[in-house]
Nanobody, 120 residues
């Protein structure tokens, strides 16, 4: 079983920046796809950004130009740099990844989530 651990959330003023980190446990051989989702209070979970191991990226329209997703398969980590944060970016952010392991092949994993709160 692979564990995904997120860090980097917190409280920031509007216009500020945060960097979220997602780290996969040792059993991970390769991260094929890494995604960040968020869920605001009373809202459904939405896809914020996605990156493949080949570097193909996709962003939600609401974060385009402000957020940058990256992946480092040497370290088995991914991160989400969030700039020009807005109050509407507030929510729980979840790392989701398709990860290959020698024993189990490719499977989908979720982190426990990290809270981001943007004050106006």
């Amino acid at each position: 079983q692979v564990q995904l651990v997120e860090s980097g959330g917190g409280l920031v003023q509007a216009g500020g920046s945060l960097r979220l980190l997602c780290a996969a446990s040792e059993r991970a051989v390769k991260i094929n796809i890494l995604r960040w989702y968020r869920q605001g209070y009373g809202n459904e979970r939405e896809l914020v950004a996605q990156i493949t191991s080949g570097g193909s990226v996709k962003y939600a329209d609401s974060v385009l130009g402000r957020f940058t997703i990256s992946i480092d398969n040497a370290k088995k980590t991914g991160d989400l740099q969030m700039n020009s944060l807005k109050p509407e970016d507030t929510g729980a952010y979840y790392c989701n990844a398709e990860i290959y392991t020698w024993r189990e092949g490719s499977n989908d994993y979720w982190g426990q989530g990290t809270q981001v709160t943007v004050s106006s």
